[in-house]
């Protein structure tokens, strides 16, 4: 099979910048929102009279073997995060709809938010009558001390992109007030989703980044009721604040190793899988056309949860110059990466905005809403080049005795990616390029290294997340890139723009749906004409899910979260809609 690639959990990619953001201030400066968890209409005290009798069975990642830590505040050693359980043990204060950009925040912890004009100042209302797992009550003094915990070991706290407040303070038992550096309304979703820990148990733990958490005590769903190195088992808290939702029993997340998990979930061992299964429709969907399903019942199967892109080294000739990234783009063959390197389970972008459609039409500029021809446009990316002083010599494109020549990297065992570069350089040597494919062997680990250094010319990699603020800062943030040959958390192709810079410093305050569409509208130019990323193809969720035991899964009908169990908080919004089958 392909390799599950690390990030294309949707939550960790490189360091802490590189998470799911989301502009959540469509209504504006300040959100109120209903007092109800997703799934509920009402809160009670007692158990679901419609409570299941079977465990759901869920394989987000393949993790073997596993270890005893669940500590909500280090995203890359805890197996509370690898396996995508912790918003089941530890809650935030909203969830998302990633599905939907737009939609307001779903209130969790925090029943209302509002931000400052500048951007900078968020005021919070806290649920009233939650309780920690233990007994103990649950108050806005646990969230402001969260944030502060974080900020006081901001160096080695792994939070996966929460931003670092300048103060935290709760004003009453329902009220705290979080104060940024910096604007951070467009970065809603890193602040809005983070889990909180309780003060009364992490006040003594010091350095979280060293705290294993074995018996967590936390305010969600779930508690951990079973562990061995092969599997995790979370049973419902009978205190959960609104258990009237919870229809689930108990929640088992197995320890597979690498590639054993395709077999499970074809063989109906797993009700709930994130996996790249080759020809799923017919070893999955098929055998059980009643009960196995996916996101589309045709090509490319899957909803689409991130842009993948080419990125360019921006400092090394010839890629230093936005029309040569432009006529890259344009020449590039779109259909062919998604049919026969992604399988069909990646639709072509159409898009030179970047981006993510269909999720972001609401949001993209009309010039820019299907700008790419799919299957390529060399007479476009001929003509860009012959203006910037290009000429074809002995079959390729030179300038100033110097071919077009780069190379494109990506790890070897990433075989789609690693089949979409040959693809590409295929692709663009026959139209008069210099572009050689190299695969990277190792694996993950030292191309990582080598595209946070830029050491490399350009890449295939995925953005961090399906929503604009984030996957724009990863792309053009100049303020979170470092000199070559040292590591950046984010902008790793050394993209430097004052526009493109001061768009992203609007998006990131933006307090209402006017002022995130005017930011956006800048960086999609940006996006078009310099090209810092070439928008490829719009990246596969892997989702699939059985109803056989258990019904109300997102659906195109109903899209009201992301359907695989890639994302902490989309395996929480899940659990919390599905009852039983029968």
Request: charged share 10%.
């Amino acid at each position: 099979m392909q390799p599950t690639k690390i990030p294309r959990k949707a939550v960790c990619a490189f360091g802490a910048l590189a998470v799911l953001a989301v502009a959540a201030c469509s209504s504006g400066s300040s959100t109120t929102s209903s007092t109800t968890s997703p799934g509920s209409s009402t809160s009670s005290a007692a158990a679901s009279s419609k409570m299941g009798t079977q465990p759901l069975v869920v394989e987000s990642a393949e993790v073997s073997p596993l270890t005893k830590n669940f500590n909500p505040l280090s995203a890359t050693s805890s197996t509370g995060w690898n396996l995508h359980a912790t918003n089941l043990i530890y809650e935030p204060l909203f969830m998302f709809n990633l599905m939907n950009p737009t939609q307001a925040p779903v209130p969790m912890l925090a029943t209302n938010y509002s931000w400052s004009a500048d951007g900078k100042t968020l005021t919070l209302t806290t649920r009233s009558g939650v309780k920690w797992s233990d007994g103990q009550a649950f108050s806005a003094a646990d969230v402001a001390f969260t944030f502060n915990l974080i900020k006081k070991y901001a160096a080695t706290a792994d939070v996966n992109g929460t931003p670092t407040v300048t103060s935290a303070t709760a004003t009453g038992p329902n009220t705290v007030v979080l104060t940024f550096p910096s604007p951070e309304a467009g970065n809603m979703y890193a602040v809005g989703s983070q889990q909180i820990v309780s003060q009364h148990v992490w006040q003594s733990v010091g350095d979280p980044s060293k705290y294993a958490d074995a018996n967590p005590v936390g305010t969600g769903p779930y508690t951990v009721s079973g562990f061995t190195p092969q599997k995790v088992t979370l049973k419902y808290n009978p205190q959960y604040w609104n258990v009237s939702s919870i229809h689930v029993p108990e929640v088992i997340f197995p320890g597979f190793a690498t590639g054993t998990s395709p077999a499970a979930v074809e063989s109906g061992q797993v009700d709930w899988a994130g996996n790249n299964i080759p020809n799923v429709q017919n070893v999955f969907a098929a055998k059980s056309p009643s009960t196995n399903h996916l996101w589309l019942s045709t090509a490319p199967y899957m909803a689409a949860n991130n842009v993948v892109s080419m990125l360019f080294n921006t400092t090394k000739a010839p890629l230093n110059d936005p029309k040569v990234r432009q006529a890259i783009s344009y020449a590039i063959n779109r259909q062919q990466l998604a049919t026969q390197g992604e399988s069909s389970y990646e639709a072509p972008a159409v898009s030179s905005s970047g981006l993510l459609l269909p999720a972001d039409q609401s949001l993209v500029s009309s010039q820019y809403a299907s700008d790419l021809t799919v299957t390529g446009d060399a007479s476009k990316a001929a003509s860009i080049l012959t203006s910037d002083g290009w000429t074809k010599s002995g079959g390729k494109w030179t300038k100033n005795g110097q071919t077009l020549k780069f190379t494109l990297i990506d790890p070897s065992n990433f075989t789609d990616y690693y089949s979409d570069i040959q693809l590409i350089a295929t692709q663009l040597n026959a139209q008069g390029f210099d572009v050689t494919a190299q695969g990277i062997a190792g694996g993950y680990a030292p191309w990582n290294t080598d595209v946070q250094n830029g050491n490399f010319d350009a890449t295939l990699h995925w953005a961090a997340g399906p929503q604009p603020y984030t996957a724009f800062q990863q792309w053009v943030d100049s303020s979170a890139t470092t000199a070559l040959g040292t590591p950046a958390s984010a902008d790793w192709g050394r993209f430097k723009d004052p526009a493109a810079q001061t768009a992203l410093s609007q998006l990131a305050a933006a307090t209402s749906a006017t002022a995130q569409r005017a930011a956006v509208g800048s960086l999609e130019q940006v996006m078009s004409n310099q090209v810092p990323e070439a928008p490829l193809l719009y990246g596969a969720l892997w989702a699939e899910w059985s109803t056989k035991n258990y019904t109300g899964w997102p659906s195109q009908s109903n899209p009201y979260a992301d359907p695989g169990p890639s994302n902490n908080q989309d395996v929480e919004f899940v659990l919390l809609h599905l009852t039983p089958a029968s």
